[in-house]
């Protein structure tokens, strides 16, 4: 079971943070460095020793910070999400959009967290002046003991694995985060789809993307660049242009649209990188396996190639095979 995060957000990667995970696990590098990190659930996974953790959104940054500073501890959080739930309860909901309110004037942390576990789908939405928009999810009773319990508990485990690395967090736009990378870093990207929704701090573009890779090129790091490669109706040819000259692993993945079973969306996932991955090919490949149109499911058997040293000798096998001659043949 991966960390959970007290945050919550539309992005989250709580469900492939594992398999992110186990392709990190045969890397070194001496800093973690993640330009997006939304909740952060990927890089509080990888426990590194040392991480630059940024984010454009400056809520995010000033929450982790917070717990950083032990100006958020879990001990807080018990007790503030204790005495506003009395008031979510006794309103019947309605003091989410006093909280909500409060929030977009003064930006506590607290209230941010308030907001991320009681709207609606956990979602983190902003809008064109940056005020957080997104309604509540209809449940007054929202902060019940065991939900209090629950997000007490993920504060502190998060709180542990801050204080047991050197994490550092920054509010800044990835380009910046981009120019302080280092070649003994491993960056892991996970930018905002493109074109999928507008959101005051959540918007990317075709030119984003190409300066985001040309700036991880140009820093000589480690990358691994987390992003969609098809559904049944659409295929991420940005993995086959401005990600050429990469290696790419890949993994299903389903999305639930609204609550019916019937509503199940497969997403093949994709990492894409500059190191051999697990079950990697290189992007070239999985264009020529696409156009044939094969599965973008690497099966297991690419999993493990035969090392060199063993072909060498099955060659040598064969070659004393058909050197041998038997003793009556003399
Ligand atoms: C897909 S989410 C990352 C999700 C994260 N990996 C997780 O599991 O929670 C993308 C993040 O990029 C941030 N972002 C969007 N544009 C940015 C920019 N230009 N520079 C830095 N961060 C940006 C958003 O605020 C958002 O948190």
């Not at 993995?239 to 290696?247: A, L």
Request: aromatic content about 12%; proline content about 5%; some cysteine.
């Amino acid at each position: 079971m991966p960390l959970v995060p007290p945050i919550k957000s539309q992005g989250i990667k709580t469900k492939l943070v594992d398999w992110i995970a186990s392709n990190v696990e045969d890397t070194q590098f001496d800093r973690w460095v993640e330009p997006f990190m939304g909740t952060g659930v990927v890089g509080f996974n990888i426990r590194p020793k040392k991480a630059l953790m940024c984010d454009s959104n400056p809520h995010i940054i000033k929450f982790y910070n917070g717990i950083k500073n032990k100006e958020i501890t879990s001990a807080i959080v018990k007790e503030f999400l204790t005495e506003e739930g009395k008031k979510l309860l006794a309103t019947e909901g309605e003091y989410y959009y006093e909280v909500r309110k409060r929030f977009n004037e003064k930006g506590a942390s607290l209230d941010f967290l308030f907001l991320s576990r009681s709207c609606f789908n956990g979602m983190m939405r902003f809008n064109r002046k940056g005020g957080y928009n997104v309604p509540f999810c209809k449940k007054p009773n929202r902060f019940a003991q065991a939900l209090v319990t629950k997000i007490t508990n993920q504060v502190k485990n998060i709180a542990q694995v801050i204080e047991l690395g050197d994490f550092t967090f920054k509010c800044q736009d990835f380009q910046t985060t981009l120019d302080e990378v280092q070649a003994t870093d491993l960056v892991y990207a996970d930018p905002p789809y493109i074109g999928r929704h507008v959101d005051y701090f959540d918007s990317w573009s075709e030119a984003e993307e190409q300066i985001l890779h040309d700036k991880i090129i140009e820093s000589d790091a480690k990358y691994m660049l987390s992003t969609w490669l098809s559904n049944k109706y659409r295929t991420n040819e940005f993995i086959f242009s401005i990600w050429e000259n990469s290696n790419i692993a890949t993994k299903e993945h389903f999305y639930h649209v609204g609550a019916k079973e019937s509503n199940r969306n497969a997403m093949n996932e994709a990492l894409v990188s500059n190191v051999i991955l697990r079950n990697s090919i290189p992007t070239k490949d999985m264009k020529l396996k696409m156009d044939k149109g094969e599965s973008p499911l690497i099966s297991q058997e690419k999993m493990y190639e035969i090392p060199p040293q063993l072909t060498l000798k099955l060659e040598e096998e064969e070659t004393e095979k058909t050197m041998y001659k038997p003793r009556s043949s003399k």
